[in-house]
């Protein structure tokens, strides 16, 4: 069965700190990975990372991704309070239109 | 301004009772998608529709239903079959299925009692 794990399930750091989060997964054919922010409502879409395009940089925020390991990480550096969300991470395969998605990381980030 | 809206933001419905949750894009995507979150688990798919007359069965689509006869509206009900209809409910697109991101709306947070 398709799985997405990611770890920590919740993390507080103080600013200024990096973070890294983890998103582990199995699942048949992989074709592409997302990272999302969800601070209250809507998922915000960060990355997408796929065998062509394994990472991603956006000002404080990077992603790659390791397909022989099977696994990605997100990492934060100089956090501010403005990141405190929980960030999801989704996996998609190939032959199929769906994303499974893991049950995401709950990041607190104090002043 | 393009995006995806929901309505309405909060639902309080009776047991037994249908509901319709509203989601409009217009980002001119031919791909939508609708999923649950329920708390401590990941977001799971109800349906989804590839383009416009179109949809399929996600993961966990008893007791739900769908029309997608406009390619801006994708429509989802909760029918009194659904035994656990208290959820928040996420609204998605993409230019199209497959390996596109997936823009959400706001949501729609239902209560059954």
């Known amino acids: 069965e398709d799985k997405v794990v990611q770890s920590p399930l919740s993390l507080v750091v103080h600013e200024g700190d990096t973070v890294t989060l983890n998103c582990s997964y199995e699942?048949?054919?992989?074709?592409?990975l997302l990272w999302y922010k969800q601070e209250k409502k809507a998922p915000t879409f960060l990355f997408m990372l796929?065998?062509?395009?394994i990472e991603k940089k956006s000002g404080r925020l990077s992603s790659i991704l390791d397909k022989k390991e099977l696994f990605s990480i997100l990492n934060i550096t100089a956090t501010q309070t403005g990141d405190s969300a929980v960030y999801l991470c989704a996996v998609g395969s190939s032959g199929t239109y769906k994303y499974i998605f893991g049950t995401g990381t709950r990041l607190k980030v104090l002043a | 301004d393009g995006g995806i809206t929901q309505s309405p933001k909060y639902l309080f419905r009776k047991e037994g009772q249908n509901v319709t949750l509203s989601c409009e894009q217009n980002?001119?995507?031919?791909?939508m998608y609708w999923y649950r979150q329920d708390p401590g688990q990941g977001l799971r798919l109800i349906y989804y529709s590839q383009i416009v007359n179109d949809f399929q069965k996600g993961d966990i689509a008893e007791g739900y239903s769908v029309s997608r006869e406009k390619k801006e509206s994708f429509p989802l009900t909760v029918t009194s079959a659904q035994k656990n209809p208290t959820a928040f409910y996420l609204c998605a697109s993409s230019l199209k299925a497959g390996a596109y991101e997936q823009y959400f709306g706001p949501g729609t947070r239902l209560t059954v009692t």
């Open positions: 796929t065998s062509s395009g």
């Open positions: 699942v048949t054919n992989f074709r592409s």
């Open positions: 980002l001119n995507h031919d791909a």
